[in-house]
Nanobody, 115 residues
Framework: QVQLVESGGGLVQPGGSLRLSCAASGFIFAIFPMAWYRQAPGKERELVAVISSGSTTNYADAVKGRFTISRDNAKNTVSLQMNSLKPEDTAAYYC?????????WGQGTQVTVSS
């Protein structure tokens, strides 16, 4: 079955960097777009970045120029490099996949940006 497992979250100071990874299995990874979402306490889940099967990328305005999404089809992983982190980036980050209108989520990884 489809599995998405995130890793790489943690506590970081403002201005710092983190790299999140999502290990995918149970489907043909290379042919599907992948995305990262985040959800802060009391807020709705929001799209952060998406990467197509051809590695075209799109970003939320709030993270443009600071975050980079990438994929490694040989390793079935999608990553999110986060630089210049701000306190408002604090959230649980989720890996996302949609196959034939069925949505899959990972368990999430917590990112906390605080001094």
């Amino acid at each position: 079955q489809v599995q998405l497992v995130e890793s790489g979250g943690g506590l970081v100071q403002p201005g710092g960097s983190l790299r999140l990874s999502c290990a995918a299995s149970g489907f043909i990874f290379a042919i599907f777009p992948m995305a990262w979402y985040r959800q802060a306490p009391g807020k709705e889940r929001e799209l952060v970045a998406v990467i197509s099967s051809g590695s075209t990328t799109n970003y939320a305005d709030a993270v443009k120029g600071r975050f980079t999404i990438s994929r490694d089809n040989a390793k079935n992983t999608v990553s999110l490099q986060m630089n210049s982190l701000k306190p408002e980036d604090t959230a649980a980050y989720y890996c996302h996949l949609e196959i034939r209108s069925i949505t899959y989520w990972g368990q999430g990884t917590q990112v906390t940006v605080s001094s």
